[in-house]
């Protein structure tokens, strides 16, 4: 299936029904009073959010999504039925703004989350509402309210706990099947990776988490250059980072540069993904000129926290598993602390 993560659609809610003008007609009753019933509401359109739907794929195939309207009143003071909601599954982390204005209007997150978007019309009330001592015959009702129409722009954001950035051929995909169960395609050009790949690791130091690579980025990914501006709004939704470095990559004269184009890149799309924790990852250390390279980038790093893995190897991998588990606690605690 395809991956898509932003689709734009129209939602209309349900008309009300209109009241009803009737006047009782009964044997031996000469002036039967109003029994006019109310009209039924029209019906909403609800958002929910399910884990069963991965995409907006769903969404490509239909552009109005309709609710039913409320029926009419009738007399005997009959109340219309309202109409029936439509109710339109989207996956955790969608985004739901306002086409027209670009107003936010929600943050989809929370597994089975409900959202009514567009509520139904109010139905019009019958003549029996209008009985009074100084009109006993009212022969008007209301008409129903008419329903909201609305366009709309939905953003998928990926819900990870780590993302795993860095330039094509880093080693990304060959890194999540690495320590999760995820197996994504892996080759040896740049943009194998078309569609963000998700997996879970699992380990005995805390609960299972989610890691995504976030393919497609090069130096210009913040203005539209290669696949970069579809995917970095998944970066925004994780909570750390994982920068990927291809150690056999490395130019000794610019140890940092790929390191510093792809963060200048996030900060450029959004401040606030360069002040994410970031663990950076110098991969590909079982070719041979790695090691040379990778003191050339410990040098001008200047950082401690410097890991190297081989995610072909497996060589690193706990190391690597036991770091992101211990940023993930440090981020934890913070946000406990926040909260309280």
């Not at 109003?34 to 959010?49: A, C, E, L, Q, T």
């Not at 009514?116 to 139905?123: F, I």
């Not at 330039?167 to 169960?181: E, F, M, R, Y």
């Not at 924790?277 to 070719?287: G, T």
């Amino acid at each position: 299936m395809k991956f898509i993560d932003e689709a734009r659609i129209a939602v209309q809610s349900g008309n009300g029904g209109a009241g009803c003008v009737s006047l009782r007609r009964e044997k031996y009753i000469p002036r039967g009073g109003p029994d006019g019933g109310d009209g039924g509401r029209g019906g909403d359109v609800v958002f929910r959010v399910t884990t069963k739907k991965h995409t907006l794929y769903h969404l490509q195939f239909q552009k109005l999504y309709k609710a039913r309207n409320g029926a009419g009143g009738r007399g005997n003071n009959r109340a219309g039925k309202g109409g029936d909601a439509l109710v339109v599954e989207l996956p955790p982390g969608t985004l739901v703004i306002d086409a027209d204005t670009g107003d936010i209007l929600k943050d989809l997150v929370d597994p089975d989350e409900v959202f009514v978007v567009a509520k139904g019309g109010r139905g019009g009330l019958g003549n029996a509402r209008f009985k009074s001592s100084t009109n006993r015959t009212p022969r008007y009702a209301q008409p129903g309210e008419p329903g909201l129409t609305m366009n709309l722009r939905l953003e998928l954001k990926l819900l990870a706990d780590v993302g795993i950035v860095g330039l094509p051929n880093a080693g990304k995909s060959t890194l999540v099947s690495a320590i999760s169960s995820a197996r994504p395609k892996i080759a040896d050009y740049p943009f194998t990776t078309l569609t963000p790949n998700l997996g879970v690791v699992r380990t005995n130091r805390r609960e299972p988490f989610i890691v995504a690579d976030i393919p497609g980025l090069i130096e210009g990914a913040h203005t539209g250059t290669g696949l970069g501006i579809q995917f970095l709004r998944h970066v925004e939704r994780t909570r750390v980072l994982l920068h990927l470095v291809d150690a056999a990559a490395i130019d000794p004269d610019h140890p940092l540069k790929d390191l510093d184009t792809i963060n200048r890149e996030l900060h450029q799309y959004s401040p606030a993904l360069a002040v994410k924790p970031q663990l950076v990852v110098l991969n590909k250390m079982d070719v041979d000129w790695a090691e040379d390279a990778a003191t050339f980038f410990k040098e001008s790093y200047g950082k401690d926290d410097l890991l190297r893995v081989s995610a072909a190897t497996r060589e690193g991998l706990d190391h690597l598993t036991a770091a992101l588990c211990n940023l993930l606690d440090q981020c934890d605690e913070a946000e406990s602390e926040e909260a309280e």
